[in-house]
């Protein structure tokens, strides 16, 4: 556990390495870019606070990821079931009327239930009509977007605005006024608060609940799962359909806690792709879920003041990320160097 | 009306032209045995290379010609990026799956952050006005009615990209090297019993993948948008593996599923062309390939079986 948290903080140096030669070769001062970065996020009350809002829905698409890949299963998915989760919770905080917590505890209830359903059809094609959860979930990623851009088209759509859906009620929305004053009025809610419970949900239900036993042991050998009396296709669709109700959370906090409406992308939320390197990073556990999110949350948010301060285009940060997500893919590499050794397969 | 079917023919012969080059790159890398997750990455990478080096070339006095080194540039460009997906999933055996995802995000995050290093901060390449594919039309051929203008007056890389459909069909199913290559993906230990090199013509596979989605990234920007951005590739690599496994891994199937899945594009296209066309749904014509080839796999409509070595890394010291 310890040799493997080193493994992840080397694959985080050299990624932020490889990050450092690109600006080093676009005629940047790396180091002035990276204090930029990581240090003006903790300036202020405000810059912590929106830094965290940045975080949220990676720790949920993160534990998305995880939770899939710990049934054995690449949750490529989570970006879509995100995207309807979103659609979802715009739908009941626009459509409905209800009072102040329970709205929004129906429109987080139904998020996640849109984005379980999405996930859980991976699982079904994957475990009865033999379809590799990889490219279904690619295949229901763009599915989702073009479903919700067509349902806020067809039933949210604001005539005046075209391009995104009416707003949500008051009374559904993830705002907090107590948070929100405490990092200096960031826009930084109970949707927070709720990845960081689904944190602690996914820790209890992986490590000491019967199910998440029955999934891991499916994830580790579905051989000896079925024989211990774990129905293969059953945890298939399970992990596939939890997987996707955490991403439908990660829709809502963004939909309910921070625009209030859904817009009409042309693209997949990057939040969903991020989950994956959240996930792995993080070694699929919660407690590195929590610190791979959190370090990609500043990455994102910080690489405004980058921008800013030392002139370095955004993008620097995406070719940080992707160079951590390789270095973590080849990890046995160097996992070699420290001495962590595998499970013989 | 047939006016209006002659100009959706062409506007769906030039938007499935980059779906052709990349889901014949998919055919090549898929039945090596490499999972063609990173065509999109390829196809940004070669839209980029072919959209700053065409503006090269034109400031230089190339005038139309720049088109053409550009083109071959943008295929160069998408190899040199895919080495790095063969080097993770061949040498370093790494998930294939999480190194495509790496060089998509690579392909995204290097391609918009160079742009704004060479243009001095603009999102964006500077428009082409010269260095562009003109249309030729083939004699005779482009007087058929509705037809010869839509189709035999269109895009050189267009009939490239027709030739490139057969070169790839007598390559892998009529020479060893294909019935090599196809070995390698359908069952790489018995192509190794064989003594064939698995790993060398996977990495073949790879490359060769990289550099036709690098010609269709750089068709893109010679055939439509004259530029490179943000938003130049944005889904073009899903549908072109899309398009691949609809065509059954076999580069005329690859190709037919390509023209199909053009008129997505095409009709978006249109839709903004022609008014009577504005009722129909778009969103749903869009989803509509996606949904198709789920069907696909699923086994409800026909039946799509991917190379059974996919996505395994081999390993040599591994009996």
Known sequence: MVREFFVSLIALFLGLLVGAAVMLFGGYNPLEAYRALFWSVLTSPYQLGEMLRESTPLLLTGISVALAYRAGLFNIGAAGQMYLGGVAAAWVGIAWELPPVLHAGLAVTTAALAGALWGALAGYLKAWRGVHEVISTIMLNWTALYLGNGLIRAYLLDPNQRQRSHFVAASATLDSPTLASLFGQARLGYGFVLALLALVVYAVLLEWHTLGFALRASGLSPGAARYAGIPPGRSIVLAMGLAGAFAGVAGATEVLGVFHYMGIAAALPNAGFDGIAVALLGGNTAPGILLAGLFFGLLNYGAGSMQFVAGVPLEAVRIVVAAVLFFVAVRYVFERWVGVRRPAE | ?319
Do not use: C
């Open chain 2, 1 to 319: 009306m047939i006016e209006a079917l002659g100009q959706f023919l062409a506007i769906t012969t030039v938007y499935a032209t980059p779906l052709i080059w990349a889901s014949l790159g998919g055919v090549f890398s898929e039945r090596s045995g490499v999972i063609g997750l990173a065509l999109e990455g390829y196809m940004i990478f070669g839209a980029f290379a072919a959209a700053s080096s065409a503006v090269v070339l034109e400031a230089s006095g190339w005038g139309a010609w720049g088109a053409w080194p550009a083109f071959f540039l943008g295929g160069l460009a998408g190899m040199l990026l895919s080495l790095l997906h063969a080097y993770a999933s061949i040498t370093l055996r790494a998930d294939q799956v999480v190194s495509g995802f790496v060089v998509n995000f690579l392909a995204f995050g290097l391609s918009v952050y160079l742009v704004k290093v060479f243009f001095h901060g603009a999102g964006q390449t500077d428009t082409l006005r010269h260095a562009v594919f003109g249309r030729w039309g083939i004699p005779l051929l482009e007087r058929i009615p509705v037809l010869g203008p839509s189709v035999f007056a269109t895009y050189p890389s267009t009939y490239l990209a027709f030739l490139a459909v057969l070169g790839a069909y007598l390559l892998l199913w009529h020479t060893p090297f294909g019935l090599h290559l196809r070995a390698a993906g359908e069952s790489a230990g018995a192509a190794a019993t064989a003594g064939l090199p698995v790993q060398r013509i996977r990495y073949i596979g790879v490359l060769v993948s990289g550099f036709l989605a690098g010609l269709g990234g750089a068709t893109v920007v010679l055939t439509t948008t004259g530029n490179f951005s943000h938003a130049t590739i944005s889904g073009q690599g899903f549908i072109a593996l899309a398009a691949m496994i609809f065509g059954k891994w076999h580069p005329v199937g690859a190709f037919l599923a390509s023209l199909f899945f053009g008129i997505g594009t095409g009709l978006k296209n249109l839709i903004q062309l022609t008014p009577w066309a504005r009722d129909i749904p778009l969103d749903a014509i869009l989803l509509f390939p996606y949904v198709l080839t789920l069907l696909v796999l699923a086994g409800f409509v026909g039946r799509a079986e991917a190379p059974r070595s996919l996505g395994q890394a081999y390993d040599p010291e591994v009996r």
